[in-house]
């Protein structure tokens, strides 16, 4: 099991930019694929973006593509969301997620360890 912090969260106004990170410990990253999934008030949790074991493959939601970027640094042991020209229905709880396989998927059913989540609230 590998446990999972997720920060960088925070107030933007529309069109800005955020960070988020999400830093690993217990065991190595570079063994699990990551997904970043958002929760926002009376919605289901929902896929974002994810990045295979190796960093070669992502996948990202058609609501963000173009905006949003995943990426990873294993050395840091840390996975990166890049998010930018943010709009307010970007507004959420961010959390990462792991599971020890190649590649990430879009389901939150197949990751077995998660972060505690980082509030993203846009303003408009």
């Known amino acids: 099991q590998v446990h999972l912090t997720d920060s960088g969260g925070g107030l933007v106004q529309a069109g800005g930019s955020l960070r988020l990170s999400c830093a690993a410990s217990?065991?190595?990253?570079?063994?699990?694929?990551v997904g970043w999934f958002r929760q926002a008030p009376g919605r289901e949790r929902e896929f974002v973006v994810g990045?295979?074991?190796?960093?070669?493959?992502?996948d990202t939601a058609e609501s963000v593509k173009g905006r949003f970027t995943i990426s990873r640094d294993n050395a840091k042991n840390t996975v990166y969301l890049q998010m930018n020209s943010l709009k307010p229905e970007d507004t959420a709880v961010y959390y990462c997620?792991?599971?020890?396989?190649?590649?990430?998927?879009?389901?939150?059913?197949?990751?077995?360890?998660w972060g505690q989540g980082t509030q993203v609230t846009v303003s408009s």
């Open positions: 997620a792991a599971r020890s396989v190649l590649m990430p998927s879009l389901s939150a059913r197949d990751y077995a360890d």
């Open positions: 217990g065991r190595s990253l570079s063994n699990y694929a």
């Open positions: 990045i295979s074991r190796s960093g070669v493959n992502t």
